[in-house]
Structure formats: C-alpha cells, structure tokens
C-alpha cells in the first residue's frame, strides 16, 4: 500500500520559514510528478506547487517557495520563505503515478502575524 507522509509543518511568525518533507512508502514504482496542495479554513484546496519534468507555483507563492524532489526516493520538499498569515494552511503532498493521484494525511502549517 503506498503512503505519503509529511512532515516539517508548524508554528511561525510572519517572515519566517519552514521546511516541508513528503516522503513516500510501499510504492515500487516512481512517481511522475510530486507537489503540494494547501487548503485553508472555509477554502478550497488550492495547488502550491508541483515538480516533473520541470516545476511550477501559484503565482501567491512565486519567489517564497521553492519545490525540491528526490525521485529516487520519491521524495519531495517544499521550502517556504518569508511566510505571511495567509499561507496559514493545512498542506498535503500528492504524488501521481499515470492517471492516479496518491495523497498524504496533511501538515499544519500556521503563520502568526
């Protein structure tokens, strides 16, 4: 059974950083592409970032965030920089393996002002 667990996520003041982790298990198989969603209280859940081949953000995190990946390991990171309040959410990563999206439990990550 794969299974993708987080880690890394948090309390911090605005401006701050973290660094998240997401590290898959169970899997014999590489994931195409890996990344972070967030959804905050009362929102949907929004894309962060994602890594493939190449790697693309929302444009509210371009600059801050930055996404990493082991493939080996079907590992990916996201370090986050210069932290606002509104980034307060719970981040999930997601790894996708052909048409399937494979999802970890979430991370708590909360920015005070």
């Known amino acids: 059974q794969v299974q993708l667990v987080e880690s890394g996520g948090g309390l911090v003041q605005a401006g701050g950083s973290l660094r998240l982790s997401c590290a898959a298990s169970?899997?014999?198989?590489?994931?195409?592409?890996m990344g972070w969603y967030r959804q905050a209280p009362g929102k949907q859940r929004e894309l962060v970032a994602t890594?493939?081949?190449?790697?693309d953000y929302a444009d509210s995190v371009k600059g801050r965030f930055t996404i990493s990946r082991d493939s080996l390991r079907n590992t990916v990171y996201l370090q986050m920089n210069s932290l606002k309040p509104e980034d307060t959410a719970v981040y999930y990563c997601?790894?996708?393996?052909?048409?399937?999206?494979?999802w970890g439990q979430g991370t708590q990550v909360t920015v005070s002002s």
């Open positions: 890594v493939s081949s190449s790697t």
């Open positions: 997601y790894g996708r393996y052909l048409i399937r999206n494979y």
């Open positions: 169970g899997s014999n198989f590489r994931f195409n592409a």
